[in-house]
């Protein structure tokens, strides 16, 4: 134990990502402008794109056979990384593996020097130096720890992620070489959009994180009682009662999100919610009920938070939300327009604090694009300062100010956010040569519904 304390930490960054975006054009006279990406937040992951065949030794399959077989060799930890990283890139059968630690949802993540901000980066550690780190605070590493999100073969890695929250001397451990467990929120509104390493970073956490909340609140079969063992890397989960053995997968819930617009008058409606942030106005979401089709939602939720009839169903894009409660950890955001038949607002109070009508041109001014500047900035940051071990006791929220040094009256969702995308493509329909961007998407994505 007292030779594994003194190991040292590799950290792995990934080769550039290929991630098309949409960049956006500025208006000549304006402070706002339109941010349209091709890949939503949390979208894009990189390492999952294609599931390889159960033969491949990048498969969950062959990878989890190998990992058995690594955890067994009790001199794992005992060799050098760059002499672990060499055989394991002499031959194709045995790829590499490098995992991402989560303690309470939250990514291991350090921070590094920018051009005009911090950045942050996730914290990937060798399997070796897993083991040697679980091994101090008293944890056996076992293959049912380790869940697979995916593969690069041009690399020879596998990636996979763990939950160490039951190690407590790890905060400290990792603390004291400048990595820290960083809300995946924070992460998201840290993260540079025009940034492609980051973006496919955002992504990956995302996806490990969804995964790892489920296998936490999935710990007991719902037919019978009995504990859920994980099967095939984690990709699911089966009971361990022999005489039932239900498959159990990693469960979607998902949510419409829509834009309502009034056509005639040219204006859209917003709402509020209680644990809004000052100012901050958003599309009308909700979930979807059993026995309903996606436009019989987008109505039904319509009218009963605002009161307001539905009638065409447009849909526009969708996007994988993994930051909402830990009951529902991998929220699948499904984005609709909605056109309005009728236009007098009945607000229910127990779902809203507030929804109103609100025109092109008030909702264009609340596009600053200052504004979500200097929050990313912000956050930016603050995940420098904890990685530092110097948490500053900041409101994010606070930080939403246009460059005046002036509160701006209102303001949508960052550019991380779908109801963002949702609201600044209605924005922009219309403008004339002032603003260039993609306000539609293509027309084998985009279908009446």
Partial sequence: MEQASHALIVLFLPRPLTLTRTLCYVTRFSATMSINLQTQAFAGNPIRSKTPKSTDPFSPTSALESLKTRLLDNTLHCQPQQHRSSLSSSSSSSPDFKVLPFRKGRPLTYSGPGETAPVWHLGWISLGDCKIFLANSGIELKEEALVYLGSRSEDDVVYWAIDVSDGDSLVSEFGSKQLCFVELRTLMVATDWADQRAMADLAIAGHARALLEWHNVSRFCGHCGEKTVPKEAGKLKQCSNASCKKRIYPRVDPVVIMLVIDRENDRVLLSRQSRFVPRMWSCIAGFIEPGESLEEAVRRETWEETGIEVGEVVYHTSQPWPVGPNSMPC??????????????????????????????????????????????????????????????????????????????????????????????????KDTPDGVQVQTEPSSTSMSNL
Wanted: proline share 3%.
């Fill in 331 to 428: 929220q699948l955001m499904v984005g609709f327009y909605a056109y309005a038949k009728s236009f007098e607002i009945n607000v229910d109070k127990e779902e809203l604090e507030d929804a109103q009508w609100h025109s092109r041109e008030d909702v264009k001014k609340a596009l600053t694009f200052a504004e979500y500047i200097k929050a990313q900035r912000t956050a930016a940051a603050k995940v420098e300062q904890m990685c530092k071990g110097v948490e500053r006791g900041q409101s994010l929220a606070a930080n939403f100010n246009v460059e005046s040094g002036e509160l701006a009256p209102m303001f949508i969702p960052g550019p991380f956010a779908i109801a963002h995308h949702l609201i600044s493509s209605w924005v922009y």
